[in-house]
Nanobody, 114 residues
């Protein structure tokens, strides 16, 4: 089955860290550019970060630069988003995306609150 499944979300205090993961299956993950998006309550879904197939090109949205790190393990079909120095405005549902396939995961909730 072709799918993406996110995991690792939760409740974190401001200034804390969390890593979310995305497990890919049913397609040749290592060949595809992948991305993380997020959608906060009442807002449109926005791109957070993208990474090309061999991790040589990584682009981060300005508000997360210096705080978030995107990586992937092509041997394990996993995509990661390491989030540090979290802020309340990072609260959102985080989605994994394979743009070329139009494939989305169900999302994982991150809440940053004291």
């Amino acid at each position: 089955q072709v799918q993406l499944v996110e995991s690792g979300g939760g409740l974190v205090q401001p200034g804390g860290s969390l890593r979310v993961s995305c497990a890919a299956s049913g397609f040749a993950f290592s060949y595809y550019l992948m991305g993380w998006y997020r959608q906060a309550p009442g807002k449109e879904r926005e791109l957070v970060a993208i990474i090309n197939s061999d991790s040589t090109i990584i682009t981060l949205e300005d508000s997360v630069k210096g705080r978030f790190t995107l990586s992937r393990d092509n041997g394990k079909n996993l995509l990661y988003l390491q989030m540090n120095s979290l802020k309340p405005e990072d609260t959102a549902v985080y989605y994994c995306n394979a743009p070329a396939l139009g494939l989305w995961g169900p999302g994982t909730q991150l809440t940053v609150s004291s």
